[in-house]
């Protein structure tokens, strides 16, 4: 199984984790965040950072979601690549992680492509579905 590491601005990961947890009406396994606040210094979260990788590859790799590109937490998530191994995506959302728990028994690959498409696919503009719900003009 994928490991999945949130490395995500303040509680954001923390509080995916439990939407995820009421969606899927359970914990899931090797799942875990860090929470980077103003006051963090990322250098001293990256040991804590590898100690959370190693805790859970299980030998099929780690995946980490991270929020925002180029912001500190992808920034400390950079430094934690192995290309096959440890892979990132940005831009984590509740369709994305709810799309990489469903499929973390595929291969790393495999759920990288998983988690864009769940990102995306979660993404959409919605509609009224009862006439009366619509506007008038």
């Known amino acids: 199984m994928i490991g999945l590491l949130l490395i995500t601005h303040a509680n954001l990961g923390d509080a995916m984790i439990q939407c995820a947890c009421h969606v899927l ?12 606040t103003a006051q963090d210094d990322p250098r001293d979260l990256l040991p804590v950072a590898q100690e959370m990788l190693q805790q859970l590859d299980q ?31 940005a831009g984590v959302n509740l369709p994305m992680l709810l799309r990489v728990l469903n499929y973390r028994e595929y ?3 495999v759920v990288v492509k998983r988690a864009v498409a769940g990102a995306c696919d979660g993404v959409l503009q919605m509609k009224p579905i009862r006439p009366e719900n619509t506007e008038k003009r």
């Open 59 to 89: 030998g099929e790799g780690v995946l980490i979601l991270t929020d925002l590109y180029g912001a500190t937490p992808a920034n400390l998530t950079l430094s934690l690549l192995r290309p096959g191994h440890v892979e990132a995506v």
């Open 107 to 109: 291969p790393l690959d």
């Open 25 to 36: 009406n359970r914990q899931p396994p090797l799942l875990l965040q860090i929470g980077v």
